[in-house]
Nanobody
Framework: QVQLVESGGDLVQAGGSLRLSCAAS????????MAWFRQPPGKQRELVAG???????NYADSVKGRFTISRDDAKNTVYLQMNSLKSEDTAVYYC?????????WGQGTQVTVSS
């Protein structure tokens, strides 16, 4: 399994911005899909944003227009830029990578948005 380490989670006021980073222990050139998931308190984990090896992206309806996922394969890192944060964005955010049929998850980083 690939080791994924997230960073960038913090406490921020509503309307603010954060950028999450996920550093992989192996080359992300091999990853056919990378994504960010989140798990709000008391709720199930949900897909926030994904990006394919070809650069195609998809987003949850709740974050469209506010969040942007990107990847830098030269740095083996995937990012999530989060703008106009809302209290409902409060969650633990997890990085995910798929290489062929192998799925890898990070440990998660806490994002708390105060209203």
């Amino acid at each position: 399994q690939v080791q994924l380490v997230e960073s960038g989670g913090d406490l921020v006021q509503a309307g603010g911005s954060l950028r999450l980073s996920c550093a992989a222990s192996e080359s992300t050139f091999r990853a056919n899909f990378m994504a960010w998931f989140r798990q709000p308190p008391g709720k199930q984990r949900e897909l926030v944003a994904g990006i394919t090896s070809g650069g195609s992206t998809n987003y949850a309806d709740s974050v469209k227009g506010r969040f942007t996922i990107s990847r830098d394969d030269a740095k083996n890192t995937v990012y999530l830029q989060m703008n106009s944060l809302k209290s409902e964005d409060t969650a633990v955010y997890y990085c995910y990578m798929r290489i062929v049929e192998t799925n890898s998850w990070g440990q998660g980083t806490q994002v708390t948005v105060s209203s």
